[in-house]
């Protein structure tokens, strides 16, 4: 029975070979690899508001590993952090008891000699906590929640710088 489901697995990850597909960080045998790209020069501008500093450390901690660059290509800019709250779990007496966080942004990637935009993309993250009666609970659980969406948001923007310059190297 699970010798069949092992040869069904190796049957299905066999086309992937020919597929097309690079690894997009990892070993490539010479060829172009994202995380030099990322290295190289993206410095991240600096974004609004308390969020917003959290939000380009962490950019800043992803993109420049071996430090900042002093003559960085290419300006990574984010619009201000927009967050909604949407309360969830209504309960009889018009109390919720969960809530929904969204947090949403513009990404803009900026060629620096040029001063042309090569990227552009509306990023957005989404996360639940539980409203509880403590008042200090909920506090905690909402400031954790924020942190994670704002984690969440830098991965995501890593990723499509990565992508991008993975995509312009191919052409």
């Known amino acids: ?16 070979s020919s597929c097309g ?7 490539s045998s010479g060829v172009f ?20 500093q959290f939000l380009r450390n962490q950019l800043i901690d992803r993109l420049n ?29 018009a109390t919720s008891t969960r809530a929904m966080l969204q947090v949403t942004s513009k990404m803009t990637l900026v060629e620096r000699a040029t001063n042309k935009v090569v990227l552009e993309r509306d990023v957005r993250a989404v996360g639940g906590y539980n409203q509880l009666d403590n008042q ?7 400031a954790s929640v924020s942190s994670h ?4 948001l830098a991965d995501t923007v890593v990723t499509e ?8 190297n191919a052409k």
């Open 1 to 16: 029975m699970w010798l069949s489901r092992l040869l069904l697995v190796c049957a299905l990850l066999l086309p992937l």
């Open 21 to 27: 597909f690079k690894p997009m960080y990892g070993e």
């Open 33 to 52: 690899d994202a995380a030099d790209a990322l290295e190289s020069g993206v410095e991240v501008a600096n974004i609004p508001d308390r969020e917003g």
């Open 65 to 93: 590993l071996k430090g900042r660059p002093g003559d960085a290509p290419y300006i990574l800019s984010m619009s201000p952090l927009v967050t909604e709250l949407t309360n969830l779990g209504i309960r009889k007496d």
């Open 136 to 142: 200090f609970a909920t506090l905690v659980s909402k």
């Open 149 to 152: 969406m704002l984690e969440e």
């Open 161 to 168: 710088v990565a992508l991008h310059f993975t995509r312009e």
